[in-house]
RNA sequence: GGUCGGGUGGCCGAGUGGCUAGGCAGAGGUCUGCAAAACCUUUUACAGCGGUUCGAAUCCGCUCCUGACCUCCA
């Protein structure tokens, strides 16, 4: 653990090297989806994108607690804290129990994590099993003195927590700018302040979901949950807190003020949040309709695709760019990164058939895992990473064609750091479920056509060959021996 | 309007002062019965205009364009 990670901080909006409150313990939040519909893929960008620094941190020898939470409840259609509540919304349409919507979007969005290959979290908790927990810090909040209640709704009073505490540090915004832009007509606000929040809300006769609490029956705003279970499960003040871009402003923002009013203490030290996928230069997003679902993406199935794509390229695809930039979306960039992640399982399946010879390798091999590490302690830099191991690749590929030689010692090293990077680090994995059974007849297929064109039988070697490339499978001719993969 | 970003070659996307990532696509070559794969070589760059510097895609200024947030969204 000699390595010195530098982490893009959004409270100082620099880099800065990332020192553990309590090495080697990280404390490691997520902000994870609202389960009333299913993810779509900007979504999950966001949480492949930790997954990569939860599994870098892993690999460094860590010991992360990585809490991500499953917003079930609180999280309301309209601004101003009316409206109806997502699930509730959503049930009424489906004809289902609230808690049907979660459960059903919540097995939909693992399924899809699954089929990315992130890692669960270690703890994935809640709204609705943390309503205790949420009106305790109410309490707390109240009785610091800034929160107040009107009608059975808790505010949160941003001008007075202002007065004395930066409420804007994420956004650097100006409070009196903010109120410019928050300016209200209608005069039923019952809210102290503009910018005041609720944290719990009163329910209306019509609302299903609903606690009791010491001022009503009612829910929870949206952001006190966050602030109740990182506090629970990572302590008062923790590492490292993560999310999209889109939630700095508002939720994080109400999220660090909660906190520091309930603890008197700034909850994170090291705020990440990664940027937008775009479609045409225009964020992903539910509301604008150009979202699209990793099933839709995986079986081609939408307006706006030409083909599917399997959810490793995709994974790839996501990888290649910085988690601070913005990815813009196309067919053809996801087509590049199929080829492109094609290539590189290809020459990883290869690393078993090298043999190694000579006294010196034509890479140095220590250089490049110096260059790999350097890459992704430079805040996560995947797509430096992958620059890096696409020179392995290349590598790789001389040496079993007869034009680069590898040490035994080299090639062990090369295998371990391959191995490290691409299915450890990057999350990747192969596709290709290498069964016996597929295996052997390909063997099979194979022999026969090597026979064919021993005996100069090139019509019949060409029909195999052809025949199979029409059914997706490419047969490589190398000097020595006949291999296969998909295209 | 405010806050924070971005404009890089055909596409995606790294890169913050000199050594000009990477993937995909294009061109030429090697290999091959052919094809593919692989390898080698290679073309089209840093929005524009000024400035600082021996030297700028990279720093500064101005202009243009564009995105996100400020209202639910990762």
């Given at each position: 653990m000699?390595?010195?990670?530098?982490?893009?901080n959004?409270l100082?909006r620099?880099?800065?090297v990332?020192?553990?409150?309590n090495?080697?313990f990280?404390?490691?939040?997520?902000c994870?989806?609202?389960?009333?519909?299913?993810?779509h893929?900007?979504?999950c960008r966001?949480?492949?994108?930790?997954?990569?620094?939860?599994r870098?941190?892993?690999?460094?020898?860590?010991?992360v607690?990585?809490?991500?939470?499953?917003?079930?409840?609180?999280?309301?259609?309209?601004d101003?804290?009316?409206?109806d509540?997502k699930?509730a919304?959503?049930?009424?349409?489906?004809?289902?129990?609230?808690?049907?919507?979660?459960q059903?979007?919540?097995l939909?969005?693992?399924?899809?994590?699954?089929?990315?290959?992130?890692?669960p979290?270690?703890i994935?908790p809640?709204?609705?099993?943390?309503?205790?927990?949420?009106i305790?810090m109410?309490?707390?909040?109240?009785d610091?003195?800034?929160?107040?209640e009107?009608?059975?709704?808790?505010y949160?009073?941003?001008?007075?927590y202002?007065?004395?505490?930066?409420?804007?540090l994420?956004t650097?915004?100006?409070?009196?700018?903010?109120?410019?832009?928050?300016?209200?007509?209608?005069?039923?606000?019952?809210?102290?302040?503009?910018?005041?929040?609720?944290?719990?809300?009163k329910?209306?006769?019509e609302?299903?979901?609903?606690?009791?609490s010491?001022?009503?029956?009612?829910f929870?705003?949206?952001?006190?949950e966050?602030?109740?279970?990182?506090?629970?499960?990572?302590g008062?003040?923790?590492?490292?807190?993560?999310?999209?871009?889109?939630?700095?402003?508002?939720?994080?923002?109400?999220?660090?003020?909660?906190?520091?009013?309930?603890?008197h203490t700034?909850?994170?030290?090291?705020?990440?949040?990664?940027?937008?996928?775009?479609?045409?230069?225009?964020?992903?997003s539910?509301?604008?309709?150009?979202?699209?679902?990793?099933?839709?993406?995986?079986?081609?199935?939408h307006?706006?695709?030409?083909?599917?794509?399997s959810?490793?390229?995709?994974?790839?695809?996501?990888?290649?760019?910085?988690y601070?930039?913005t990815?813009?979306?196309?067919?053809?960039?996801?087509?590049?990164?199929?080829k492109g992640?094609?290539r590189?399982?290809?020459?990883?399946?290869?690393?078993?058939?090298?043999?190694?010879?000579?006294?010196?390798?034509?890479?140095d091999?220590q250089?490049?895992?110096k260059?790999?590490?350097?890459a992704?302690?430079?805040?996560f830099?995947s797509?430096?990473l992958?620059?890096e191991?696409f020179e392995?690749?290349?590598?790789?590929?001389?040496?079993?064609?007869?034009?680069a030689?590898?040490?035994?010692s080299?090639?062990?090293?090369?295998?371990?750091?391959?191995n490290?990077?691409?299915?450890?680090?990057?999350?990747?994995q192969?596709?290709i479920p290498?069964?016996?059974d597929?295996?052997k007849l390909?063997?099979?297929?194979i022999k026969?056509?090597?026979e064919a064109?021993?005996?100069?039988?090139?019509a019949?070697?060409?029909?195999?060959?052809?025949?199979?490339?029409e059914m997706?499978?490419?047969?490589?001719?190398?000097?020595?021996?006949?291999?296969?993969?998909?295209?």
């Amino acid at each position: 653990m000699t390595n010195n990670i530098l982490i893009y901080n959004t409270l100082s909006r620099t880099k800065e090297v990332f020192e553990p409150i309590n090495a080697p313990f990280v404390g490691l939040y997520v902000c994870g989806p609202t389960v009333y519909s299913d993810v779509h893929l900007g979504n999950c960008r966001t949480f492949v994108s930790f997954d990569l620094i939860y599994r870098y941190l892993l690999h460094l020898g860590f010991k992360v607690r990585y809490v991500r939470n499953i917003t079930d409840a609180g999280h309301l259609e309209g601004d101003r804290d009316e409206g109806d509540d997502k699930f509730a919304k959503k049930a009424k349409l489906e004809k289902l129990e609230p808690m049907e919507i979660v459960q059903k979007y919540t097995l939909g969005f693992h399924d899809v994590m699954r089929l990315f290959n992130a890692l669960p979290p270690n703890i994935e908790p809640t709204a609705t099993g943390h309503i205790s927990e949420q009106i305790e810090m109410v309490k707390q909040i109240i009785d610091n003195g800034y929160a107040y209640e009107v009608n059975g709704t808790v505010y949160f009073d941003v001008e007075k927590y202002s007065k004395e505490h930066n409420y804007t540090l994420l956004t650097n915004r100006l409070l009196e700018d903010l109120l410019e832009g928050t300016r209200v007509l209608g005069g039923q606000d019952e809210k102290k302040g503009r910018l005041d929040f609720a944290l719990w809300i009163k329910a209306k006769p019509e609302h299903i979901m609903h606690w009791p609490s010491p001022w009503s029956v009612g829910f929870p705003g949206w952001h006190i949950e966050c602030s109740a279970m990182s506090n629970k499960y990572l302590g008062e003040r923790f590492d490292i807190h993560g999310g999209g871009m889109d939630l700095a402003a508002t939720h994080h923002t109400n999220e660090i003020a909660q906190s520091q009013a309930c603890n008197h203490t700034q909850p994170v030290k090291y705020w990440m949040h990664t940027n937008m996928l775009t479609v045409n230069g225009t964020r992903m997003s539910k509301s604008a309709g150009n979202g699209f679902l990793p099933g839709e993406l995986f079986t081609g199935q939408h307006p706006l695709l030409k083909r599917g794509y399997s959810p490793m390229a995709v994974r790839f695809f996501m990888l290649q760019a910085h988690y601070r930039s913005t990815l813009d979306f196309s067919n053809d960039a996801l087509d590049a990164s199929d080829k492109g992640f094609k290539r590189l399982m290809t020459a990883i399946a290869l690393l078993n058939k090298l043999k190694p010879s000579g006294e010196k390798s034509g890479l140095d091999i220590q250089d490049l895992e110096k260059r790999c590490y350097a890459a992704m302690n430079d805040d996560f830099n995947s797509p430096v990473l992958l620059s890096e191991l696409f020179e392995a690749v290349r590598f790789i590929n001389s040496v079993y064609d007869g034009k680069a030689v590898v040490t035994e010692s080299d090639l062990a090293l090369l295998k371990k750091l391959m191995n490290n990077f691409v299915f450890d680090i990057l999350g990747l994995q192969q596709e290709i479920p290498q069964s016996n059974d597929i295996n052997k007849l390909m063997e099979f297929v194979i022999k026969l056509r090597n026979e064919a064109k021993a005996a100069k039988d090139y019509a019949t070697s060409d029909k195999i060959r052809i025949s199979l490339n029409e059914m997706g499978i490419q047969l490589k001719d190398n000097k020595e021996e006949t291999s296969w993969s998909k295209i």
